[in-house]
């Protein structure tokens, strides 16, 4: 927080929703008390006249958000794809934060690809298309390279977008740490490191290096996946606020008609965001994190087609162990052991009950199996969720937000494709998989391979280590007693003598 324009900006939040129209639409969604929305009302009425007038020709709950700025923008873009939760009316009106954003001039575009590559925009495309699609970071536009003319898609950053995020973001911190002050039960959950991650992977969208890099990443760990793609990078052609790919044909997975029109079985489309998802999170522990409906699209020749790494997830090989067991537990019905992986990790404290907490989520997993997608309140399941966390003492996991959020996401896509999907139903096979792969036996041996050849690389250096260790020990006051004692140099040095047999034996194996 860096002044009271935070607190100005939040009374403007709140008259921005009032203003709009916008306040009593998301109350409903969220289905909140009848005390909350008293509160709501009071606070926001009188200052109703403070609040953005938006763009009237857009429904109101867009309107508002557009109005408030970029980081608004993207909290309404991952509700666009939870119809369950906030129904399908606001739903459909958030979609068009996706892409269908007002653009900035296209002038403006070509003044900053050119202050920024350094070379004229006619020397560089012999076509350069007005804005064909424009979200709350960014706008792309179509153009064709004067040298091979090949066609590409060039990612333009809004200009001043740094400073508008900045902005929002210094307003989140405000309202984080009140809530924390008038709600401590919410401490838990650590709202304020929760912004804070928010910010880190924000600034992290703001340099398109960073993108550029993470699709060249992700373009080389998914090459062998069947019916996905990712578009290839144009290295000389992107740099902090500009990004150049290979243009992609292909129909937006939120276009449900013309997906239908074109002959796309949207229930093979719906399974294979899920199983893919699963898949780069699990195997490779680097996956995509923005996976709503404007950054997917279906290729001709039926290929899932990804879009957009600003935001990708990176989790390390214990968390994804973890976070399989949870799944496969969840897919068995065998809380007990749902239970005893949570404790095991840390996310529960040590000193509550485990059987109680399998129990609870006993309650959670059940009424789920043997139900379509249409049967299940995603917003009650949820609710009862943070109910049962809350019982339990967890914390919110920072390094686990972007898997969750994107888990919903994807969830969301899937269920807009075909709406009776049944997630544990596709899961299953891939975390199976996975489980099979990385947790037993074979993992065991292959960790300890591992932890050996890490000691290999420190093998010239024992001698000297055993040495230092000696000296030191040699070196030190006598104890006050003649009596067995711990010999620290005597250990490691045997120890260092049993390592390096032990490379020699898996050396010869």
Not at 257 to 276: N, Y
Not at 396 to 403: D, F, G, N, S
Request: hydrophobic share 45%.
């Amino acid at each position: 927080m860096k002044g009271p324009h935070n607190i100005w900006r939040l009374v403007r939040t709140g008259a921005t929703l009032e203003r709009t129209g916008a306040m009593k639409i998301v109350l409903d969604a969220f289905r909140a008390p009848r005390s909350l929305r008293i509160v709501a009302r009071i606070l926001g009425w009188p200052f109703k006249w403070l609040g953005y007038r938006g763009d009237p020709s857009l429904p109101p709950a867009t309107r508002a958000l557009t109005a408030l700025g970029p980081a608004y923008i993207k909290f309404g873009q991952v509700l666009s794809t939870r119809p369950d939760v906030v129904g399908d009316e606001l739903a459909m009106q958030l979609r068009v934060l996706q892409d269908k954003l007002p653009p900035f001039p296209t002038e403006k575009a070509k003044a900053m690809i050119e202050a920024e590559l350094e070379v004229p925009v006619d020397r560089l495309f012999s076509e350069f298309s007005e804005p064909v699609a424009a979200a709350s970071i960014a706008q792309v536009h179509k153009a064709r390279l004067a040298s091979d003319g090949k066609l590409v898609a060039v990612k333009v950053l809004r200009p001043k977008i740094e400073k508008a995020f900045r902005k929002d973001v210094d307003a989140f911190y405000l309202a984080a740490r009140m809530i924390e002050i008038l709600a401590p039960a919410t401490r838990r959950l650590r709202p304020t490191d929760v912004i804070a991650h928010f910010e880190g992977v924000v600034m992290g969208e703001l340099d398109l290096r960073l993108e550029t890099s993470a699709a060249a990443e992700f373009a080389a760990l998914t090459a062998r996946d069947d019916g996905f793609s990712v578009p290839q990078v144009e290295w000389f052609l992107c740099s902090r606020r500009v990004m150049t790919l290979d243009w992609v044909e292909g129909i937006a997975l939120g276009e449900v008609a013309e997906i239908d029109a074109a002959g796309h079985d949207r229930a093979v489309l719906g399974e294979r965001v899920l199983t893919l998802f699963l898949r780069h999170a699990l195997r490779d522990g680097y996956f995509h994190a923005d996976m709503h409906q404007g950054n997917l699209k279906v290729a001709p020749n039926g290929d899932i087609v990804a879009l957009d790494f600003g935001i990708m997830g990176r989790i390390d090989e214990y968390t994804r162990r973890v976070y399989a067991e949870i799944l496969f537990g969840f897919i068995r019905k065998d809380y007990r052991r749902v239970a005893e992986v949570h404790f095991e990790a840390g996310y529960v404290p040590a000193d509550r009950d485990i059987d109680e907490f399998a129990r609870a989520l006993r309650s959670v997993g059940e009424p789920i199996f043997g139900m379509d997608a249409t049967r299940i309140s995603m917003g009650r399941l949820l609710n009862y969720l943070f109910e049962v966390t809350e019982r339990f003492g967890m914390e919110t996991r920072t390094e686990l937000i972007l898997l969750q959020r994107t888990m919903v996401v994807v969830e969301g896509v899937a269920r807009t494709l075909n709406p009776h999907i049944n997630i544990w139903k596709v899961a299953h096979p891939i975390v199976e998989e996975y489980i099979r792969e990385n947790v037993g036996p074979r993992a065991f041996l292959r960790d300890m391979a591992r932890t050996v050849r890490v000691l290999a690389r420190f093998g010239p250096k024992l001698p000297e280590l055993t040495e230092a260790l000696l000296v030191r020990q040699n070196m030190a006051p006598p104890p006050p007693e003649p009596a067995a004692r711990w010999r620290p140099a005597a250990y490691m040095a045997a120890g260092a003598g049993l390592a390096l047999v032990a490379i020699g034996l898996i050396g010869r194996l």
